[in-house]
Nanobody, 124 residues
Framework: QVQLVESGGGLVQAGGSLRLSCAASGRTFSNYAMGWFRQAPGKEREFVAGISRSDGTTSYADSVKGRFTISRDNAKNTVYLQMNSLKSEDTAVYYC?????????????????WGQGTQVTVSS
């Protein structure tokens, strides 16, 4: 079992930045590929970014490439999402997720563990 707790969400103006954190506890964090997903009202949960469990390979949704950066610190059992140049369409609840695999997946159904989510609101 892995427990995930997100933090760092909030209200920001368009063009601003936020840094989300996801602290993991339980099983060995470095055994898990990690992902960030988001869900806006009335929309499906969508992949934002992912990072592999060991070599730091990353993957991003086209909508956030060049603006968002995912990273992880295995010593701190934490994964981060740095979000820059935020847009109103980035407004959503952001979730981190873990899967016991080397590889990233863009499909939320492939993740076993989820945090409770943190709200990000971007005002235009």
């Amino acid at each position: 079992q892995v427990q995930l707790v997100e933090s760092g969400g909030g209200l920001v103006q368009a063009g601003g930045s936020l840094r989300l954190s996801c602290a993991a506890s339980g099983r060995t964090f470095s055994n898990y590929a990690m992902g960030w997903f988001r869900q806006a009202p009335g929309k499906e949960r969508e992949f934002v970014a992912g990072i592999s469990r060991s070599d730091g390979t990353t993957s991003y949704a086209d909508s956030v490439k060049g603006r968002f950066t995912i990273s992880r610190d295995n010593a701190k059992n934490t994964v981060y999402l740095q979000m820059n140049s935020l847009k109103s369409e980035d407004t959503a609840v952001y979730y981190c997720a873990a899967r016991p695999s080397i590889f990233i997946s863009g499909d939320f159904r492939n993740y076993n563990y989820w945090g409770q989510g943190t709200q990000v609101t971007v005002s235009s």
